[in-house]
């Protein structure tokens, strides 16, 4: 999926930890790319329900110059809050200047790219300007949210989600004309976003009630078949959609088990060293007075070197299983969650992957939610799930559990088809040495 169209870093839902990042060469948008495929209609549920006015909605939509005047006003006492918004919204916006002029108006709102509103405007300055203010507005939501301005965040949130449903029917008709482009794994990411964060605001403000209730709202926009299954970044509708997997499906699950007795070794050599070679892994699921730390080997094909001299036989499993080695858009480490934990419901960013928890130090009372389903951790056997799906982690315990995580392609996903041609260039240089053996170098999470 081009990132000329739409650009999403995977720790946009950690909005506090990030800072502006030049932006990397874009790709060619998808328009432009599968031009010549021809695209023949899907069986799966179409991803623009032609329904209008949205069921479940509210309250009528605001216009969102207003929306954003009057946020405006009620953050002008956070300068730096707005700095940092404006930045991150110039950040977002800048592939989009390039894609806009080769994109039609009916591309673009197939897409995503483009409220029917903004399409309608007379010049592509005009689209781009609207365009503009609605990512403005999305950072400054989620601004709001971290201020702890929940109310003021949904109102944001709301205003941009019916800026999308109004005009269903022009929807449903540029999708139906270009049906590739509304299928594609990436279309209507910023919907997806808006969704995902207004969930998140909703849940503060008025309890998981009320969360599912948004979710459901998104479900039958036509965002995600299931409120239980809200992956971000790529969500290809005709996967197969489970929470859980077994091990004896997928033969790199039975190739890490059968290394666990190696891989257990090397990790208790972790465990034992004086200081910990486990770090810290900041996220908010993580509930107030919990821990939850890592060690990385891999990271978007790229190696953690001196991790993977300490744990060599961990590593080497794990790069001689080809769908595990070539997931560029997910991780390997060992990751040790302390006693009396509690991960917060939360969802992956793609449904492409599935991720292989191998247990290794497995004490009582640590346990998973997949979807609506609950299992354990078993010492030396793989426990695989879709963490596109809610998920959300229970250590009541009284030691720390440790379990070696890997993602790998769902089985469904062709790298070709699906992957290669999407990646940027620094990722598709990333997976090509990965393939050859000769790992390049891993960048370790800084925190800001």
Known sequence: VAAAIVSRSLERTSWRLRTPQPTSQPRPPVWERRSHTGSAATSHPHPYPPQQPRAGTDAAAEPLPEVLEWVLTRLADQPAVLARARALARQQMAPHEAAMGSAAPSEAIAYGLLTPGEAAAASVDERLAACASRHLLLELGQACSMLRREADAVRIFRALSLAFAAGGASRAAAAAEHPVLADDARARLFEREVYTHWGAAAARLGGRAEERRVYQLAVESGLWRSRLQRPLEHYARSLTARPFWEASELP?????????????????????????????????????????????????????????????????????????????????????????????????????????HLGLVVPAGARIRVGEDVREWRAGECLVFDDSYEHEVWHSGDTDRVVLICDLWHPEVDLEKHVRPSLAPAQREALAAAEAGRHLPVQRRVYS
């Open 252 to 356: 790199e699950a039975a190739a890490l088990q059968r290394a666990f007795p190696a891989i257990l070794a090397e990790c208790n050599a972790l465990l034992a060293r004086r200081g910990g070679a486990f770090a810290p892994y900041r996220s908010r699921v993580v509930a107030a007075g919990g821990a939850w730390s890592d060690v990385q080997l891999f990271g978007g094909c790229r190696a953690d070197a001196e991790h993977c001299a300490a744990c060599p036989r961990t590593a080497a499993a794990i790069a001689a299983q080809p769908r595990l080695n070539s997931v560029v858009h997910g991780s390997h480490f060992f990751s040790r969650l302390a006693a009396g934990t509690h991960l917060e419901a939360h969802c992956g960013p793609s449904n492409y992957r599935l991720r292989c």
